[in-house]
């Protein structure tokens, strides 16, 4: 189980919990488990996350830093304006990318795309980190993490993962994007 939410700072944070354990000892849901420290040692906060499959899930961050003066290493880690694919099973960044702009909530489409929804909706490669479609002529709200102080609701959409549709609503309008199943386009 994922919780993108925040933490008295304010500060937003993505802690997984194991479920099966959790049944065992119900404590285990006071604490659950950070992203490896390895990935993001407090470089940026953690505003959205959502499941790829049963062991992987997604991660997008904010567009600042929260340590000045850090050196990119080179090491596979969530950054400003970051996307980065964890392995909850062995501990690890798998990939990480930057985006043009922040990801906003995130949603899985299939095992390889997310749907980015900070704006416009947009589908992101994970295997690139590139955005492969933008609906520039839908809004779909400024909501960059759980912490949403001050800003304008955004349109009431909805996602169906066994069926690969998506909806929203603009002014009197109900959008329906459809992926198609093998993910290679949107109808």
């Known amino acids: 189980m994922l919780s993108a939410g925040w933490v008295w700072h304010p500060l937003s944070l993505v802690v997984s919990f194991d479920v099966a354990q959790a049944l ?12 490896p420290t390895a990935s993001n040692p407090g470089l940026v906060e953690e ?3 959502c499941w790829l499959d049963d062991r992987r899930f997604a991660v997008a961050a904010s567009t600042e830093y929260q340590e000045d003066n850090v050196e990119d290493d080179g090491e596979l ?9 964890y392995d909850v099973i062995q501990g690890t960044c798998l ?12 949603l899985p489409v299939g095992e390889r795309f997310v749907l980015s929804l900070y704006r416009h909706p947009k589908l992101i490669d994970l295997s690139t980190g590139k955005v492969v479609h933008v609906w520039t002529e839908l809004r779909s709200g400024l ?9 304008d609701v955004p349109p009431p959409m909805a996602f169906d993962p066994a069926t690969n549709r998506f ?4 002014d009197n309008t109900v959008t329906i994007i459809e992926f198609d199943q093998a993910m290679n386009g949107v109808r």
């Open 167 to 170: 909806a929203i609503v603009n």
């Open 77 to 85: 880690r969530l950054r400003p304006l970051g996307l980065a694919v």
């Open 24 to 35: 065992v000892n119900p404590s285990h849901l006071d604490k659950g488990q950070d992203l």
């Open 47 to 49: 505003n959205s996350a």
């Open 143 to 151: 909501q960059e993490s759980s912490i949403i102080w001050g800003l």
């Open 95 to 106: 990939q990480a990318f930057q985006l043009e702009e922040q990801a906003g909530t995130i």
